[in-house]
């Protein structure tokens, strides 16, 4: 009868080696941030042309991403064991 080898999985051994934590130190780019930010004062202020909030829309969704992308991290960390809330601050 042939043995049956099983197969490993390779699994790092730190929290270090996943892109989890990468990714919850991930953030928005200055720029955008403020990119963004001038955009919805102007739109307070007088409205955006077409062009101006096609771009708005656009940085809205870069943020949004951003957004998702730290929290689901910082679940995978907490569920992991690690303190998150450190994550919560701005660098």
Not at 48 to 67: F, K, N
Request: no cysteine; hydrophobic share 40%.
């Amino acid at each position: 009868m042939p043995r049956v080898r099983q197969a490993r999985r390779r699994t790092p051994s730190g929290p270090s080696h996943t892109p989890a934590p990468r990714a919850a130190r991930s953030h928005v780019a200055p720029a955008v941030a403020a990119e963004l930010e001038s955009l919805h004062f102007k739109q307070q202020r007088e409205g955006l042309s077409v062009a101006e909030r096609e771009t708005m829309d656009g940085l809205t969704r870069q943020y949004e991403r951003a957004l998702v992308v730290l929290s689901q991290a910082a679940a995978i960390l907490r569920a992991r064991g690690h303190d998150v809330n450190g994550l919560l601050v701005q660098p």
